[in-house]
């Protein structure tokens, strides 16, 4: 059974920074691209950063140069370190495992974790 599990949300002062942390088990992690969304209330869900299986990331304009995404396959975790944060980055973070892994295509979930971004 697949299990991707989020860590690391919280409160955070505009400026501030979190690392939000998502610990694989059940896949053979380092054969996946990896992603990190949000989803505010009341807006969809969105794209913030991915990083494939050969550790190219890519981000959401609104959060380069101020958020890094990264992979420790020894771990089968993600990150994300989050920067500069601004109210705007308040949301819930969902992890992403998703790719076509021997033939068939994957698309596995986490909970989700809150980020509140407020003084």
């Known amino acids: 059974q697949v299990h991707l599990v989020e860590s690391g949300g919280g409160l955070a002062q505009p400026g501030g920074s979190l690392r939000l942390s998502c610990a694989a088990s059940?896949?053979?992690?380092?054969?996946?691209?990896m992603g990190w969304h949000r989803q505010a209330p009341g807006k969809q869900r969105e794209l913030v950063a991915s990083i494939t299986n050969g550790a190219t990331s890519h981000y959401a304009d609104s959060v380069k140069g101020r958020f890094t995404i990264s992979r420790d396959n020894s771990k089968n975790t993600v990150y994300l370190q989050m920067s500069s944060l601004k109210p705007e980055d308040t949301a819930v973070y969902y992890c992403?495992?998703?790719?076509?892994?021997?033939?068939?295509?994957?698309?596995?979930w986490g909970q989700g974790t809150q980020v509140t971004v407020s003084s």
């Open positions: 059940g896949i053979i992690f380092s054969l996946y691209p």
């Open positions: 992403n495992a998703a790719g076509v892994v021997f033939g068939r295509r994957d698309d596995y």
